[in-house]
């Protein structure tokens, strides 16, 4: 008989995604910042530098789903690699953030790949046995919709966290009260640490509830895309690239908008916007109990989609106030959009299980922690783009704050409502085609159930199967 899923459990899995929000949110509020304005590289060459980068991801993501799915050991498939990446994850932050004074753009630019590949090597042996385990921690609806929720408040905390205190500390050091090398041990030594112990503890002492099915699956490209035959899995990755899109456009370009468009402070601006979203999510766990996970991805964001617009174009010289009150009325329409990708993912995940291509847990998950990282990369590679073409100038130290052109500022407003207006327009509408259900889960489960254990499927079953794979496999 299964064990049951205890609090300690609960809350020590949940902790695990400290890192998963936190991490990826410094890395794109700060890191093309960090290469711009503190390395000094080129804003074109720094976002190039990153897409490419994440052609490895492209592979490791996806190949690390296949390890952790054909792997078995004592402590399980995940754990393993779990707790390595939380050893090695404080040398690869101290790598990543390191102000090495590097003179020459070569070695510059070499410097950056491979600490960036080396890093992100790291968060892929964590993140994506991690992200196949919010669907095997626990088998019914709704332990896994509680221990998710969790993980999603804490995610979201560490989001905001992670967003105010190295904003915040980037102020400081733009109004000379900060050096960078002190941000530098903060992020090493109290965010750095702060991530990796719970990953350590989860590899140590977890359990994982939903089995091995006993069949191994082959590393090769059909194995990796194979998820994406899926309609459902299909609609669920984009969906979640336009949330995460946008959410990191928004967080890496805030900097800039706030330093040459409009005087606002970026901590404020980024603390109404998490906290808002945090506030919510008690509200939105209760809908996820009887309403459609999509019509809650949606409900919101045509408040995004316009208030997003007005922040944009916002004048430069007018009063900042208003633009904090469009800020939270576009915080309450991205909530939804914001905290249901990763409570779907449990429910689809199932419902790829029910293909009966087998139980691709691990390749899912690396498909989607892939699009979470290169999320980061397109908006790097993106926003590099238009400063570049813009005429956005390169601070230097003799001129750390630079007069920007007006192209090089409606560039950065361009960047803006790109995200949060066009992406979500078109996430507004494509959501309605994938019609997820707490009935549906409860039927998607009883089907794997049976047929995993080989039972024969009533008349009502086996219409019931058909009409779920017609119009979401």
Known sequence: MESKLTKKETWLFALGDLYGGGGQTIISILYLFFLTNVIGIDPLVAGTVIFISKAWDAINDPLMGTISDNTKTKIGRRRPYILIG??????????????HGITSEYGKVTYVIITYLFYFTVNTLIMVPYSSMSAEIATGFHDRNKVNTLRLVLSLASTAICTLVPTYLHEMIIDNKLKYIQLYFILVFVFGIVFAVPHILIGLFLKERVKNDGEKSKFSLKQFVSPLKVKSFRKLVILYVCQALTLDIASAVILYYQLYVVNISSTIFLGLFLGIQLILFTLIYKLIKTKSKTKIYRIGLPL?????????????????????????????????AQSTPWLMFPDVVDIVTLARDGRKTGVCSGIMTFVRTASAAISAFLIGIVLKFSGFVVPTEEEPKPIQSANAVLGIRLIFIFGFSILMLFAYFYAKTLKLSPTLSDDVKMLNDKMDKNLGLSPAEKARYHEIKKEFI
Request: some cysteine; hydrophobic content about 60%; proline content about 9%.
């Open 86 to 99: 939380g050893i090695l994850l404080v040398p690869a932050i101290a790598l990543l953030w390191f102000p």
């Open 304 to 336: 995004t989609i316009i208030c997003a617009a007005g922040i944009a174009f916002y004048p430069s010289g007018a009063s900042v106030y208003p633009i904090y009150i469009l800020t939270a009325i576009t915080a309450l329409g991205f909530a939804g």
